[in-house]
């Protein structure tokens, strides 16, 4: 019998053993997927809770099990993996030792508040954090009594999960003072470590048109070194200091320490991967997918769905003795929810940046790229219900209308630069 183990049992590592245990013969293959969460949430849904949005008061429609979520034929074992073992074909655990033929490693990654000092001994009174289900519903409540001042919006460094989701966060803050009829009495400030909100040129100057009309100050190069919650104010390395009133961060965003403990990582905890194989660099029997990996695009689901297609074959490839192929293109597509029922949709990949369009189809559409539609937005909400029932399990040939490699149907081309 020859071992698959896959893990973390998240958006890739659930995609991952659909797609595998529909192609791996079980009579020869065993797979095992281990992750340390009973429940599977939808981290979409996270910029809508806080501002009770849409129906996104908490966790209700937006968590699953684990176990429910994968297939019956692979083992589930619900434990930490506390060590990797990548010379000895072996995965170490409070439950017991795996071995296996082939690793997939989809550990995502997760926030570390711990490494900006001072974040963590103001969280909960004037600083919030919405990255995970607990803290967005701390925040949600803390928003509730927020009747005026400076809300700041902090992206600690990059690179980080959903690299829109800041500019989500922040025009949907602007959409729920407008609600509740105080939006003169707040202001708003995105305070950025890099040079924009989108460092892309042709998605950075539409999104940041935007962002100009809704009244909202960009404070880019700001790379905080502390927050001192008590006088209310960020401080950067080089002594720039920034007042709020209320602390929305988004921490420094890390991946798991066991991939660096193991030596396949790149000292953040990022296994370091082949950008178009997506094997691991390290060791040749390790495939990376997901937030965990250290390629050039997005840390999306859509991204690990691209992902998950590729491994698939290349995995296939090599077990019937072919070399796998370099397909992996870092296509990312992705819906920015823009506030006012409307959505931006960009879709992209390593070389070419977002630009504006229709999207699957040219002309017709529906979705239209770079643009805030209320189209957009009824995609944004039917996301869920697909993630859910379609992406996870990979039940529907997606190819046609979410194609592995991104393509330039219904791309405005007069935006292409060869
Ligand atoms: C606010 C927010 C908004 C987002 N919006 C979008 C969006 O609109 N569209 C989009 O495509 N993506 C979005 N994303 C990103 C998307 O959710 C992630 O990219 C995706 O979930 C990554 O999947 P993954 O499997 O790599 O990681 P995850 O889904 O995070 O899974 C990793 C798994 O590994 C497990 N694990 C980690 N370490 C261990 C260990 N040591 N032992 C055992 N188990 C372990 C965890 O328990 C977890 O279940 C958003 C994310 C956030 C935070």
Not at 62 to 81: A, G, H, M, Y
Request: proline share 6%; net charge neutral; charged share 20%.
């Amino acid at each position: 019998m020859k071992r698959l183990v896959i893990l973390g049992a998240g958006t890739a590592g659930t995609m991952m053993a659909h797609k595998m245990s529909r192609k791996l013969p079980a009579s020869e293959w065993e797979i095992t997927v281990i992750d340390k969460s009973e429940n599977h949430y939808y981290q979409p849904g996270l910029i809508f809770v806080p501002f009770q949005l849409y129906g996104y008061n908490g966790t209700k429609g937006n968590v699953r099990k684990t176990r429910d979520l994968l297939p019956k034929e692979v083992n589930f074992v619900q434990t930490e993996i506390t060590q990797l073992v990548p010379e000895g074909n072996r995965v170490e655990t409070p439950s017991g030792t795996f071995e296996y033929d082939w690793l997939i490693l989809a550990l995502g990654c997760r926030i570390a508040p711990e490494e900006v000092p001072g974040l963590e001994e103001g969280y909960g009174k004037n600083v919030f954090y919405f990255y995970t289900y607990p803290s967005a519903l701390d925040m949600q409540r803390a928003l509730a009594d927020f009747d005026g001042g400076k809300l700041v919006l902090n992206i600690a460094e990059y690179p980080i999960k959903c690299p829109v989701a800041p500019i989500e966060f922040i025009c949907l803050a602007d959409y729920y003072f407008q609600q509740r009829g105080i939006r003169h009495k707040v202001d708003l400030e995105v305070v950025t470590s890099v040079q924009g909100l989108f460092t892309k040129p042709v998605a950075g100057s539409i999104l940041g048109e935007m962002i100009r009309k809704k009244g909202i100050k960009v404070t880019p190069g700001f790379s905080p070194a502390e927050v001192d919650s008590e006088h209310g104010k960020i401080i950067s390395h080089d002594g720039k200091e920034v007042h709020f009133d209320f602390l929305a961060s988004i921490p420094p965003n890390v991946g798991p320490q066991v991939i660096d403990d193991a030596g396949l990582g790149n000292g953040n905890g990022y296994a370091m991967t082949h950008s178009h194989t997506l094997k691991s660099q390290k060791f040749d029997n390790i495939y990376v997918i997901g937030d965990c990996t250290n390629v050039g695009t997005s840390k999306a689901g859509s991204v690990a769905h691209f992902e998950a297609g590729v491994i698939e074959k290349n995995l296939l490839r090599e077990i019937s003795g072919q070399t796998p192929q370099p397909d992996f293109d870092g296509h990312s597509n992705c819906f920015i929810e823009t506030g006012f029922k409307k959505a931006h949709l960009i879709d992209f990949n390593y070389t070419q940046e977002p630009i504006p369009g229709r999207f699957p189809l040219p002309t017709f559409g529906p979705f239209a790229l770079l643009k805030e539609t209320r189209l957009n937005h009824r995609g944004k909400l039917f996301f869920r219900w697909f993630y859910w029932n379609i992406l996870l399990s990979d039940r529907v040939d997606l190819e046609m209308f979410l194609p592995t490699q991104m393509s330039y149907l219904g791309k405005d081309m007069s935006y292409v630069t060869k």
